[in-house]
Nanobody, 120 residues
Framework: QVQLVESGGGLVQPGGSLRLSCVAS????????MAWYRQAPGKEREQVAV???????NYADSVKGRFTISRDNAKNTVYLQMNSLKPEDTSVYYC??????????????WGQGTQVTVSS
């Protein structure tokens, strides 16, 4: 199967920056869309940003101009650079990856989540 390991979360002051990483490993033949979601307590999970295999990107309105998603296909890794962070960005952030496995079937996989807290 596929494992996704996230890193880079933590506590940051308003206006600060963090960079999240998510590395995919396992029986991977190819990777399609890679995305970041977030979920705050009492709220539904929402998509923050997505990047396609062709490097097209899309962002939630709430993060446009502040967050940047990128990927390194050689490392099976997706990144989320978060700048000008606000307290309302506080959430657990999850990566989500569409994978074609070597066994010939595809699946969508989730990371375990990494906490981002924006507070003074």
């Amino acid at each position: 199967q596929v494992q996704l390991v996230e890193s880079g979360g933590g506590l940051v002051q308003p206006g600060g920056s963090l960079r999240l990483s998510c590395v995919a490993s396992g029986s991977i033949f190819s990777i399609g869309n890679m995305a970041w979601y977030r979920q705050a307590p009492g709220k539904e999970r929402e998509q923050v940003a997505v990047i396609t295999s062709g490097d097209s990107t899309n962002y939630a309105d709430s993060v446009k101009g502040r967050f940047t998603i990128s990927r390194d296909n050689a490392k099976n890794t997706v990144y989320l650079q978060m700048n000008s962070l606000k307290p309302e960005d506080t959430s657990v952030y999850y990566c989500n990856v569409d994978v074609l496995l070597r066994q010939g079937y595809s699946g969508r996989f989730w990371g375990q989540g990494t906490q981002v807290t924006v507070s003074s």
